[in-house]
């Protein structure tokens, strides 16, 4: 029905990613690919310097728990046991916990439910920009963030994890086996995702295991995501937003 709706008019859907446009014209629907504000923006110095405060390690692993409260009562516990998991046996790995905000920090903390928190797992809020760029790799849930990942090449593994119920709603309702904007964008599988799961975290540490102990399969997956970054270039997403309505608007005076 909407489909049908948007063919009886002039206007015209703006599209953040690449894919879309073709999807909507090949369905009669006027669309232009305007890019994607989170990648059209250049990292610069001030984030990498940022970045440096949060200290040296190796490898340097960034979590990414959600930006709303209930993604972080979701996810935060399974992750800092996924955390502890790995660093056993890498006395040098670093790890940042970046919060969206000052008021998810207490329901950061609070995933360690009473248990000491690690001594090198530093928890942070509200410069994602940097915390980004000083990691080597990252846990992060669905979503923007993982574009804002692969804005800066950081490999990840994504994670979103739920009941079993929704599981298998969200298999029912989603017929494509990738669901993470980077490799949907790819048309392949380049991050490992779980998205969404109801499982252990066992399948989550292996994944993750590769990415900080190779620093090759690090470099290999940044040049995957690199060719998604670049699908995003030479587009200014207001400014090519703003032309398109105003010449809309001229057409209907």
């Known amino acids: 029905w909407r489909i049908r709706k948007w063919r009886r008019t002039s206007d015209a859907i703006l599209c953040l990613l690449p894919f879309e446009e073709e999807w909507f014209r090949s ?21 990498r310097a940022r970045a440096a405060a949060f200290g040296a390690g190796s490898p340097r692993l960034l979590l990414l728990p959600g930006s709303r409260s209930s993604e ?11 955390f502890r998991r790995v660093s056993a046996g890498r006395p040098e790995l670093a790890g940042l916990v970046m919060a969206a905000n000052e008021g998810l920090v207490p329901l950061v903390r ?4 009473g248990s000491p928190w690690p001594a090198n797992l530093q928890v942070a809020h509200g410069d994602a920009e940097a915390a980004i760029a000083w990691c ?24 979103y994890w739920t009941g079993p119920v929704k599981v298998a709603g969200g298999n029912v309702m989603l017929s494509m086996r990738d669901r993470l904007l980077p490799n949907i964008v790819a048309g392949r599988r380049i991050v490992p995702e779980f998205i969404p799961y109801a499982g ?7 994944a993750l295991t590769p990415l900080l102990d190779d620093p090759a399969l690090r470099a290999r997956t940044a040049r995957d995501l690199d060719a998604v970054a ?15 309505v105003l010449e809309m608007l001229a057409k209907k005076r």
């Open 27 to 47: 369905r009669g629907v006027r669309a232009h690919f305007v890019g994607h504000p989170v990648l059209s923006e250049p990292i610069d110095d001030a984030v």
């Open 72 to 82: 972080v009562r979701a996810n935060m516990a399974r992750m800092l046991a996924v």
């Open 110 to 113: 609070d995933a360690a439910r």
């Open 136 to 159: 080597d790799c990252a846990l992060n849930v669905s979503g923007t963030v993982s574009l804002d990942l692969t804005h800066q090449r950081r490999p990840m593994v994504a994670v």
């Open 200 to 206: 252990s975290i066992g399948p989550v540490v292996r």
């Open 230 to 244: 670049r699908r995003f270039e030479g587009h200014d997403p207001g400014r090519e937003s703003a032309e398109i």
